[in-house]
């Protein structure tokens, strides 16, 4: 069997899925790309398998924040899967729920949830409640609820979710890591923060003795913890962990990656926290350009890029440069959430506030 035999797309396939896992994404890239045209080649573009070479390649890039080029593929795959296999079949649903995902984490939330809810419907017809997959729809659907600020349904969501996992997958396992932290969020967004940070504290035990110390989900947790911790005004505890996700980030992922961003701004506000604002202006200021050019202009995270730049020139009586900051992430947030949405509400105050100041 030669090294193009298409049966040889199953050890590449499973060794890129082990990479992927220990966060060895360049590696894995390169199997799921060699996978994909040897089943292009030997079994031609319309088959079962070369789908799933294609969702597989989709999701890396995803992974590694290369949304532009991951959504041509989810939606390839997608439309592959319900033309051979059916509109409620399995592998459909999978495509859905990938598709989704990619464009709940592009911003637009409108084109998502609806695809999450047709995969989830799918999952629990055909393979019932309490299957894990079915479980990982939940958690999606879950966090689109709650960027939406629809918080009570997504806690049932995100509590189903968790208790499926916890009894299916077992405690110690990363999609519980995973349903863990998605509660945790809803739960701190209503104000249980108590509740939330033992829900963020289980979830980054969990994550670093499965995936290890420098996995990118173990920096999400460590980020989603060190915030926390920094809202609460633990400045000294919350620096480490903000510290340790963004130097995991940028190893891993690299400088531009979306994640990393995120992890800018977090340090960035802890150091604003800090009063080291020459520092702090840095880091949101990249985190912003990372975000402009990883979604555009008009996405949320742009918005909120923004909206924290302006908060930190306005510190620094620097009014002028940041009223328009304030005013394009009004904007965003407007468009993309609604005028009623809380975070819209913070910016709108926020500007109110620089206004009133003016005056």
Known sequence: MGCDHPDTVVSLNNFADVLQAQGDLAAARLLYERALAINETARGPEHPFTATSVNNLGALLWVQGDFVAAQ????????????MLGVEHPDTATSMNNLASLLWAQGNLDAARPLL???LAIRE??????HPDTAGSLNNLAGVLREQGELTAAQQLAERALAIREKVLGPDHPGTAQSLN??????????????ARSHFEHALAIREKILGPEHPDTAASLNNLGSFLRASGDLREARPLLRRALAIREKTLGPEHPDTATSLNSF????QDEGDLAEAQSLLERALGVWEKRFGPEHTN???GLNNLARLLQERDNFAAARPLYERALAIYEKGLGPQHPDTVTVRKNLAALLGRDS
Do not use: H, I, N, Y
């Not at 041509?72 to 319900?82: C, I, N």
């Not at 017809?125 to 309490?130: I, N, R, S, V």
């Not at 960035?268 to 150091?271: S, T």
């Open 125 to 130: 017809k055909l393979l019932g409640p309490e």
């Open 182 to 195: 998605t509660l945790g969020l809803v739960l701190l967004d209503q104000g249980a923060r108590a509740l």
């Open 72 to 83: 041509p593929l989810f939606e390839r795959a997608l439309e592959f899967r319900r033309k």
């Open 117 to 119: 809810d047709g995969a």
């Open 268 to 271: 960035a506000r802890l150091l």
């Open 302 to 304: 742009t918005g909120m």
